[in-house]
C-alpha cells in the first residue's frame, strides 16, 4: 500500500510515528509545525508551493522521515535487494528519490533496490511493503577475488580493465597513432584536488580524428563512460570502441571516413576516484567527495560519502526536487553542495565546451536547429535502455520526434527498450545528458547496458559489446547531423565488382537501401517510407563536394522500404591509387541517411626497371659474395614489392617485409651466397628471385650465378659471415 492520499486516521498515525522516531533518532520535531505540512507527512517535499523547484538543503538529515539514510545502530550493515511494490507515479517518487534503485518495473509495478537495514524503518514510516529478492541478494553478496590464474583486469573480472589499466591502453594508442589519436588531460578528480587523502586522478580524453584531415566541418562525438563508478561493463565498452576506430582506420572504408571526417572524443572513465573503489568490490555509485555531513566509511554504504556525478551537473541542478537526486549528503543520489560543484563534473562539462557549439535557445522550450551538429553519449548500467532526454521531466524535449527517430536507429543494433527516463525509469536531475541537450542542443543520450553492475564477462562478451559496438559506430556515423539524418536510410551491403582496376576501366558498384531499421522494444514504432533514390560520390562525401552520381534500383523501380542498389561507375581520368566511394540513399520523405563507403584500387601505368649487378659473380670457397639488384619504379603508381627467391642450393637469405616504392624511386637489394668451404672450383650455384607486387600483374625476375674460381689458400678462422638481405633506399 502505497497511495499517497491516505485515509485521514493513517495520515495521522503516520505523523505520529515520525514525531516520535524522529525524537528518538535525536531529530527534532519539524512535522509538529506548520499545518500545511500536515497534506504530506514523513514525504519528501517534492515541489514548493509555486510549482518551482524546493531549495535544496545540505543540513543535518537527522529525522528519518526526512531521508532514509541513516545507519541503524540494532542491525548490521548488511545489504539486501528487495522489491517494493508501488502503486503510481506519486509513490515511486520517493523510492527513486532516496533508495539505490536498480530497477523500475511499470509493468508489475515494483521497484528492485539495495537497501540497508536502517533503511527498513523509513520504508515502514511511509507505508511501503516489499519482498527479499533472494537470488539477487546472495548475486550481490558473492564476493569477487582474483583466481591465480587473472593477470589483468578488476578482481573476479577479467574483461574489465582497470583504471590504470585503461590509461595505459589510451596512452599506448595514441603514442602508436599520433596523427589519430590524442590522449588529453581535461582536469582532475575529487582527491587530486583535495590534499591529505589520496592522490587522485586525472579526467582523459581520447581524441580520435584524421589531423590532417581537409573536411569542412566534422561532424562532432562525445562518449563518456562509468561516471558511476560501479557500472563496471561501461567503461569497457568505450576503450574497445576506441581500440576498433584506431584499428580500423585505412582498413576499414566507413572506419576511415569516420575518422577522416569526424571528431571522436571519448572520456573512459568519468569518476576514477569512484571507479577505485567499484574496483575493490564496494557497489560504489558516487565519486569520493566527503562532506563534512557525511563521512562514514565505505564500508557503511549506501551511507557513504560521495557526490552522484550524473545528479551534480550545473544544468537545471536540483530542479525537481525530492524525486529527481537528494539534498541528503549520505544519500546515493547525493547531488552535491551546488550545481557543478565536483571537479569531475567542472573537467567533463568545460572540455564539452570546447567541443560543441551552443545551437539551442536560452529557454527550455527552444528546439535546436535540424542542421545542428553533435551526439552526446552517456554508457552507464543497468536495464537495456537507450534513454533521450530530457531527463529532469516527463515533458517533452522541443527535439523530443528527432532524439526518438535517432535512439530507435540505436535500438535495431542493441535491441533495447527506447524512451524518455522518466516513461521507462524515473527522472533525474542534473544528469550529464541533459547538460548537453540543453546547452548545447546536441543529440544526447543514456545507454543503460546489460543486466547488472557486476556484469560477468561471459554475458558482457556475448550480449554487451558486439550490440553497443554497433549502436556506438552508427551514433558516429549520425554526428554530424544527426537530426536529419536518422529520418533517411542505411546504405548496407556495399560492394565493387573488382578490387583492383586500370584507369578507365569501368566498375560495378551494388549496396542495399533499407529504411526499417528502427527498434524500440515496445515504446512505439517509427515509419518507413520507400525508397526514392540513391547518389555515390568519389572520394568526399556528398555534403563535401557538388559532383554526384545516381545509383538505379536493381529491380528497376523505386518503390519499396528495401531495395538494392546498382551503378556503373566510370573511371575515366582517375588518379593512380587507392578511392573512395561513398553512397547515400533517400527516402520518399527526402530524408537522406548516412553514408556506407568503399575502396576501390585503380592502377595507373606501371613500370618497373631490374638492374642485377654483378648477374655473375666470381667466388673462393667459404667466403661470401654479395649481388645487388637495383629496382626503379618507372610507372605512375606506388608499389609494394616483395621478393622471394625462387631457387637456390647455397644458404641464402629470405623473408623480408615488402617495399614501399614510390614513382621514380629506385632502391637496391642486396642478396649474399654463402659458398660452402667444400665447393670446388668451377661449382656454380643459380639463384632466382621473383620480386613482385602487392597490386598484381607485376613481375621480374633476377637470376644470379656465382661460380667457384679459388679454393682458399689457408684455412677460414673466425666465425662464418652473417647472412643479409637488406632494402637499402636510393637517396
Ligand atoms: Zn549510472
Sequence with gaps: MADIRWPVSRRVLVLFLCVVV???????????????????????????????????????????????????????????????????????????????????????????????????????????????????TSAFSRPTARDAAQTGGIPGYACYRTVGETYADMVQLAADKPALAQWIDIGDSYDKVTPGGPAGSDIHALVLTNQNSSAVEKGKFVLIAAIHAREYATAEIAARFAEKLAAGYGVDPDITWLLDYNEIHIIPQANPDGRGMAELGYSWRKNTDRPAACNSAPNNA??????????????LWGTCG??????????????????????????????????????????IGDAAPVDTNGVFISLHSYGNLVIYSWDFTGSDAPNMAELRRLGRKFGYHNRYSVCNTSNCLYAVDGSTTDFAYGEFGVATYTFEVGTTFFQSCSYFENSIVQQNLDALLYAAKAARRPYQVAAGPDTLSLALSAAHIDIGQPITLTATADDTRYYANGYGVEPSQAIAGARYSIDKPSWEITATHSLSATDGAFNATSEGLRALVDTTGWTPGRHTLFVESQDSAGNWGVPSAGFIAVYGQRGLQLEQSPASADATSGQTVTHTLTLTNTGQQMEQLVAVIRSETWAVEAGQPALTLQPNISATLQITVSVPLSASIGMTNVTVVDITSTYPGLLRTATLQTVVTKEPTSEPGGTPPNIYFPWIYNE
Design 22 to 136: 524522529g525524537t528518538l533518532w535525536g531529530g527534532l520535531s519539524l512535522y509538529a509545525a506548520p499545518a500545511a505540512q500536515e497534506a504530506i507527512p514523513c514525504r519528501p517535499d517534492l515541489t514548493s508551493p509555486t510549482g518551482l523547484p524546493a531549495s535544496p538543503s545540505t543540513t543535518a538529515f537527522t529525522d528519518p522521515c526526512q531521508s532514509p539514510n541513516r545507519p541503524s545502530a540494532q542491525a548490521p550493515n548488511t545489504p539486501t535487494v528487495i522489491r517494493i511494490p508501488f502503486a503510481d507515479e506519486d509513490a515511486l517518487l520517493p523510492l527513486t528519490g532516496n533508495l539505490d534503485v536498480w530497477e523500475v518495473n511499470r509493468g508489475s509495478g515494483e521497484v528492485v533496490a539495495l537497501i540497508y537495514p536502517g533503511q527498513e524503518r523509513w520504508l515502514e514510516l511511509l507505508g511501503y511493503s516489499w519482498t527479499l529478492d533472494e537470488e539477487k
Design 322 to 363: 525530492g524525486g529527481c537526486s537528494s539534498a541528503d549528503p549520505c544519500s546515493v543520489l547525493y547531488r552535491g553542495a551546488s550545481a557543478g560543484s565536483e571537479p569531475e563534473v567542472q573537467a567533463i562539462e568545460s572540455y564539452m565546451r570546447t567541443v560543441f557549439a551552443d545551437q539551442r535557445g536560452p529557454n
Design 302 to 315: 549506501p551511507y557513504s560519502y560521495g557526490v552522484d556525478l550524473n545528479r551534480n551537473s550545473s544544468f
